[in-house]
């Protein structure tokens, strides 16, 4: 599966064009399923933040707004309570799938819920992860960015990919690179500190850093 995981969305020309280059085709002529899932799971998204997303009023991390061929909405929470069938081609069909921020072990939990994390392999549709869309690929987020606690309270997420993601370098205190340095030593594999301005491109496990801004790479 290709993976574009950004901090805060499409947010420059450089991601811009690692996105096209991953669909192989212009944005205009892709038709695109978002997932506001992770919103409901944090306490400062839920809500108001899936709505703007999924209406793209979300300047600040651009994802529905950009100019789709077609764009629908993959409830995650539904699934569960809806035949396959009914929403299984629409997701084998997508070029793209655009997932939104709020708490990645949340979004885990419905993805696992749903079947979704069990169809990832087989599906083309590039993910384009924001914030916590991203951090759902790794193996572990960190306790400090569990704002919901799944069952057995782990922080583990899905492991699609060998390396963690602290996202939104300087965009608040707490996110700032002395407390990044803290998260990294606690972590124990690879990982990747990002700004609004920084997306990780995965294909095939071949890792590229796609950036217009800071970021930063810690080993253990």
């Known amino acids: 599966m290709k993976l574009l995981l950004t901090d805060s969305g499409v947010t420059n020309p450089s991601i811009q064009n690692a996105l096209v280059g991953l669909l192989g085709k212009p944005i205009a002529e892709s038709s695109a399923l978002c997932i506001p899932t992770a919103a409901y799971g944090h306490p400062y998204?839920?809500?108001?933040?899936?709505?703007r997303f999924i209406r793209g009023e979300e300047p600040r991390a651009p994802m529905c707004e950009l100019g789709w061929k077609s764009l629908g909405v993959l409830e995650l929470t539904a699934l569960p309570t809806i035949d396959q069938e009914r929403w299984l081609p629409l997701v084998q069909e997508?070029?793209?799938?655009l997932v939104d921020g709020g708490d990645a072990t949340y979004l885990c939990h419905w993805?696992?819920?749903?079947?979704l994390a069990d169809?990832?392999?087989s599906l083309h549709a590039v993910w384009?992860?924001?914030?916590?869309?991203s951090m759902v690929m790794t193996p572990s987020i960190g306790p400090?960015?569990?704002a919901w606690t799944p069952p057995g309270g782990s922080d583990a997420t899905l492991g699609i990919v060998d390396f963690s993601i602290f996202p939104h370098l300087g965009a608040f205190p707490s996110n700032s690179m002395a407390n990044a340095e803290k998260w990294a030593a606690s972590m124990p594999r690879r990982s990747y500190v990002i700004d609004s301005q920084t997306a990780i491109k995965v294909v095939d496990g071949d890792?590229?850093?796609?950036s217009e801004g800071e970021w930063k790479l810690f080993t253990p």
Request: charged share 20%; proline share 6%; aromatic share 6%.
């Open 45 to 51: 998204a839920g809500p108001r933040a899936a709505w």
């Open 94 to 97: 997508a070029d793209v799938l």
């Open 111 to 115: 993805m696992r819920e749903s079947g």
């Open 119 to 121: 169809l990832l392999p």
């Open 128 to 133: 384009v992860g924001l914030s916590a869309g």
């Open 144 to 146: 400090d960015f569990v």
């Open 207 to 210: 890792v590229e850093v796609i």
